[in-house]
Structure formats: structure tokens, C-alpha cells
């Protein structure tokens, strides 16, 4: 499977052994569990595959586990494949044509598909139907080949940049959120099960704590602990042991990363609060653009360390203060922005 560039090999294993096998094992989200299950039961009794599914959400959140979990409960095969991964039209015919009645096919990053992709996979959602070019120039024809009944999930950090037809075609969106953090204690307390690791609860709180309530950095905060402890020679993971491996990796306490922090200070010294553009600040921090907007962004907001303005990102009051600087900005530039 095709995988995001700043999701690293180590992740990639890890996310596969502690993914969730059935709905009891994932955690959270109840109204998207609740509503998925009655779509699984309705289509189950009229014999047809489910309508196709948009899932949105910051990147560790669970959309991919969501995809393999609805193709469980239904016992239908998944093909997974990538907006990135797709480059010609005939990657997606050949995609389509090797399915089977009932198939899922999951289409992480969607946001990257191309736009030409994009219009071939339209009369395929809506009608099953493929439209291939055969040929070039006058001698040109289009084909047109049935396809079987199959059910699209499609996965993206930037819904955004999703065209609105595709949005469209999608019988039903749902938007994951960042966890709350007796759901990401649970999370941690399986997977140190799983990978028979004994902590002690503080222990477990303190991880969920710095995890920036994502299913996906509470597990590799997790693993980071466990080696601390295995080097350190310590039997009992308490609070203190976990915290001082998560300072050592600086990752402070509200789950900010050394990125998170530069990424506030460049907005703060070098763009005197914002607003700058993502542009600006990917070029000033020597950042990707994606990994900030899909990664670093959407938990800056939520903490409410960076507001979005329609000229830019701008450090907020609470930013300031986060990073012990003091604020000398006039305010009522920043909240006429808002
Ligand atoms: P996304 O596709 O949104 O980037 P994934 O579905 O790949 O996220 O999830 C990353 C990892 O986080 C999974 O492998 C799993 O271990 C864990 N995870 C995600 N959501 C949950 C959940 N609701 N309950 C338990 N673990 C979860």
C-alpha cells in the first residue's frame, strides 16, 4: 500500500498489528460507528453493497482502520490503493475492471487524485459504468464496460481540495475528530497489552496526555516508552518514567513536537504573528506544505494555538504565552481577520 511520505516504515507496522479487528476494539467515535453499522445492516438486507463512503479527518485518526472494518462486517474483499498511486487513466481502469461484485475499493489520500482520474471514476460511482479511450487522434472511440456492483471508500486530510462533483457522489461524509482522552487511555491499554508491555495507569495517562488525542502518535508514543523503560532497565512504567521519555523525544506537555513549537515561532518572530500563508510559512520553516496542513495544522487549531484567517494563519494570544513570549501585538488586527 501506497503510504503518506511522512508516515514512516516503523509506523506502517505498527499501525498494522494494533489496527482494530472489530467494532469493540475501535474506540470512540460512536455517532460514525452508530451510523455505519445501520448503512451495513440496511444494505446486508437488500442484498446490495453499501453506498460510497467519504471519510475525513486529520491523518492517525482511524479513517483506514474505519475502511477495513466495513469490509469486514459486510465479508467483502478490499482492494486499497491511493489518490497519489493512480497516475493514468488506465491505473484506475485497470483497478475497476479487476474488481468483483460486493468489492471495497479504499482510496486513501483522495485529495491527490488527478482531475482526469477524477471524471473517469465519476460514471463509475454513479452508474458502474467505465468510458476508456481506446486509440488516439480520429481513430479514437470510447468504450464503455459495465462494471459490478462495488462500494468506494475514499480517505482524505483536505476535504477541501476534494472537487465538489466527487464530494457529490459520496452517499454519505463523515468527519473523524480528535479522540478525548479516556478514549485514547483505552487506546493505550490495548495496545500495551498487545505488545505486552505493563503500565502503570498514571503511566497510561500521561502517554494519552501527549498523544495529541490521534489513535496512531498514542501508539508510537507508546513503543518510545516501552524502549526508554527496556534501555533504562526499569520494570514498573509510571507517569515519571513515561514523561521523561516523551521530554527526551520533546514532546512537551500539551503533545507539542519541536515542529509544532518552530512552526509557532516562525509564525511569531519572522511573520510578526501572521497572517502568513502556508506557502510562506512552508518555505520559512522548510516544512512540506501537506505535512504542515495535514499534520501540525489541524492539532495547532485545535489547541487554538493558530486561527485560520482568509489572509492566512495567524499565532494566536494563547500561542504567545504557550512559548513564554510576550505579546505586544495589537489585537483587534488579528480578530477583525477572524
Ligand atoms: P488514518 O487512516 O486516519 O490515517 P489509521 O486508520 O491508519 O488512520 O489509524 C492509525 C492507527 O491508529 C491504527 O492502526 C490503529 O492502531 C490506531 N487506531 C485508529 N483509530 C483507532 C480507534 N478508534 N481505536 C483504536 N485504535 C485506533
Known sequence: METTPWVKNEDVVLDQILRPKSWSEYVGQEKIKQNLKILIEAAKKRS???EHVLLYGPAGLGKTTLAHLIARELGSTIKITSGPAIEKVGDLAAILTNLSAGDILFIDEAHRLNKLIEEILYPAMESRMLDIV???GPSARTLQLQLPPFT????TTRIGMLSSPLRSRFGVTFR????EQKDVEQIVEHSAKTLNVTLAKSAVEEIAKRSRFTPRVANRLLKRVRDYAQVKEVDQIDSGVSRKAL???EIDESGLEPTDRRLLETIITKFDGGPVGLQ???AATSEEESTIADIYEPFLLQLGLIARTGRGRIATKLAYK??????QKDDSSQTSLL
Open 48 to 50: 446490495e453493497p453499501i
Open 134 to 136: 481506446v486509440g488516439k
Open 152 to 155: 468506494l471508500i475514499a480517505a
Open 176 to 179: 473523524l475528530n480528535f479522540y
Open 247 to 249: 521530554e527526551l523525544l
Open 280 to 282: 510562506s510559512l512552508a
Open 322 to 327: 504557550h512559548l513564554g513570549v510576550s505579546h
